[in-house]
């Protein structure tokens, strides 16, 4: 069955560039990404995984652990994240899976036989500390996924485990969030010191909080 928002991400046990990993411990109490790609050696692939690996600092910062998965065996994989580094001026700097058996790719629900039978479509999923999934995202093989935009929904998710706010259409970082209707304005004034600007009842900005 497929997986839904809120449910309990599978664990698995998957070779990987970096050895053997038990997903569950790879991740420890870190959030954590998981993506597929749909093959080795392609062009879009190439600049996703160089665009990851940029972004470094940014998922460390956030306290987010990322592994990708393609269904290319492992010495491919090798020879591949050599070409990536030598074309994108990356060091790859996360496990890529070799799902050659389809195991990752079956239980997250990769494959999309009516896009193609054999190779993955471009999933992600972000899951919380509390192994839960907190996003889902696919894409076709054709459109290289927004990697910043990663990032924002990653910020947007913490600060809703966090705080108790919600980040309107088209939020950046740095921009005022939403005080999520739960909370009563009486409440919302109390619990967000910056200020609370009420437009309707149910409709009320705070400050990001967390800055
Ligand atoms: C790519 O990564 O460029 C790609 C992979 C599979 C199908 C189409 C494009």
Request: aromatic residues 10%; negative net charge.
């Amino acid at each position: 069955m497929a997986l839904r928002l809120g449910d309990v991400a599978p664990n698995f046990k998957a070779q990987t560039t970096a050895g053997e990993i038990d997903f569950y411990e790879y991740l420890g109490d870190s959030w954590g990404i998981l993506f597929s790609h749909p093959a080795d050696f392609t062009p879009v692939c190439t600049t996703e995984l160089g665009k990851t690996a940029l972004l470094k600092d940014e998922f460390a910062k956030r306290n987010v652990k990322v592994l990708a998965v393609s269904v290319d065996p492992l010495d491919r994989h090798k020879g591949w994240v050599n070409d990536i580094n030598e074309t994108q001026n990356v060091e790859v700097n996360f496990p890529l899976i070799a799902d050659s058996d389809r195991t990752v790719s079956s239980l997250y629900d990769m494959i999309h036989p009516n896009a193609s039978e054999t190779f993955t479509v471009r999933s992600l999923f972000v899951i919380g500390p509390d192994k839960k999934v907190k996003l889902m995202i696919t894409y076709p093989a054709s459109t290289g996924r927004n990697f910043n935009e990663v990032l924002r929904v990653v910020e947007s998710l913490q600060l809703t485990a966090n705080y108790s706010v919600s980040t309107p259409a088209d939020w950046n970082h740095g921009e005022d969030v939403i005080v999520a209707t739960a909370v009563s304005t009486e409440d919302a004034v109390k619990k967000f010191p910056k200020g609370v600007k009420v437009i309707k009842p149910y409709l009320r900005y705070t400050p990001q909080p967390n800055l």
